[in-house]
């Protein structure tokens, strides 16, 4: 039977709700009610050859109208006399459709925030009525929400770190952990000499709203001794900001990053050398150290299709990049260390050299078996040695 039931009927208040709209005209949102809903009824030949089961859809129909109203219509059929069918089926009110689909408790959670909004930043109504699943969401939120709003517009562009901010009851953790949505806010509140626009997405919330970040460090070894900053004479393993990084000009001739953290401590010495543990900061904070550009730099790391990805995007900043131990003879030489490439990459890459890319073709179309993957720490130490005083020669 394709006539509209009770529960069909649920099914488009539900849309209603799953879209928002339901919600939306607490906060000021488009008017939905009186609303007539979608009906199907029997035909009039329906009517007279599955009487039994027209009268049993109007029963249920009928029986079930605690939240909607039904509209009749009288048939008159030459067998069966005259006869009220249902035509029309309305929702008189917002009240009656979350009755409906039991959303009372919810709308009235969405109602307190509206009243709380329009209290103290009804600037932000119109995100409310743009949003309000997600707002809904956020319901014991709220409050803390709009606190950090209210201290953020008398506080502009503080200068401070995420964890100095002085709300009662607030974290810096509940800050940190609802950048997303409070940059929709913020950025519907302050005044727009206060957002830098040039930031954006939650890791640059910070500088967008002028918070100050945490300093990116970065992790380096001084491989030759003569070159040591501290008269210790132990292993030169130190971290700095990135800002003192860019600042050093070291006296070196070559540079190394990997991004294995083995790799990086059992590096082995090399003279007017030193080795960069690439993970944790992109390479535009590398780029800050303007003096690397007058370095030999080599980057090694894993012999797979990523592998190749991060050495093409290091040479967007760092154009004569050499690749280290990224080379077929290397892949071919540890064929027992192989492992399984979960998500290759496929696209192709425009800074590879011609013999990278060639390795780099095998690879993404399998030619050295399925996904192939060489981790770069597999690779047998004799090896990176080798390879080291072939540089130096």
């Known amino acids: 039977m394709t006539w509209t039931t009770p529960v069909d009927l649920r099914a488009q208040v539900q849309r209603l709700w799953d879209r928002g709209s ?8 488009e008017e939905l009610f009186p609303r007539r809903l979608n009906l199907k009824g029997p035909t009039s030949r329906e009517l007279a050859e599955r009487f039994s089961e027209v009268r049993d859809w109007i029963a249920r129909l009928d029986g079930e109208a605690k ?14 006399g005259e006869n009220r069918v249902p035509d029309e089926v309305w929702i008189d009110s917002l009240d009656d459709a979350l009755g409906l689909i039991g959303r009372r408790r919810d ?15 009804s600037e932000l109504m119109a995100w409310l009525a743009r949003r309000p699943l997600r707002a809904l969401e956020l319901a014991e939120d709220w ?8 201290w953020l517009q008398n506080h502009p562009r503080p200068g401070i770190y995420l964890r100095q901010v002085d709300i009662p009851g607030v974290h810096s953790k509940f800050i940190e952990g609802h950048r997303a949505v409070l940059a929709e806010l913020l950025d519907l509140v302050l005044e727009p000499d206060v957002i830098d626009t040039t930031a954006g997405g939650v890791g ?8 100050r ?3 990116l460090r970065l992790r380096f070894r001084i491989l030759d001794p003569s070159l040591a900053l501290l008269s210790t004479g132990t292993d030169q393993d130190l971290a700095v900001t990135h800002d003192t990084f860019a600042s050093l000009d070291l006296p070196v001739k070559r540079v190394f ?6 790799n990086f401590l059992a590096f082995p010495p090399a003279s007017l050398s030193l080795v960069l543990f690439g993970a944790g900061y992109g390479f535009e904070t590398l780029a800050e150290a303007g003096w690397l550009r007058e370095r030999e730099i080599h980057y090694w790391g894993d012999l797979d299709t990523h592998g190749f990805a991060i050495l093409d995007q290091l040479r967007a900043h760092f154009p004569r990049t050499a690749s280290f131990l990224m080379d077929r003879e290397t892949v071919l030489a540890h064929r027992p260390h192989w492992g399984s490439e979960l998500q290759p990459e496929t696209r192709d890459l ?5 013999e990278e890319n060639a390795l780099y073709d095998d690879l993404r179309r399998n030619r050295l078996g399925d996904r192939v993957r060489l981790e770069q720490e597999k690779i047998g130490f004799d090896w990176v040695v080798e390879a080291l005083k072939k540089l130096a020669e």
């Open 22 to 29: 339901l919600l939306a005209g607490l906060a000021g949102g």
């Open 67 to 80: 939240h909607y109203r039904v509209a009749w219509r009288s048939v008159n059929h030459r067998i069966l």
């Open 107 to 121: 709308a009235e959670r969405f109602a307190a925030q509206v009243s709380l909004t329009r209290e103290r930043r």
């Open 143 to 150: 409050a803390r929400l709009l606190d950090i709003v209210v």
């Open 204 to 211: 640059g919330f910070c500088r967008r709203y002028g918070f």
């Open 213 to 215: 970040d945490k300093p």
């Open 257 to 262: 990053i990997t991004e294995n953290e083995i």
């Open 350 to 354: 425009l800074r590879l050299t011609h």
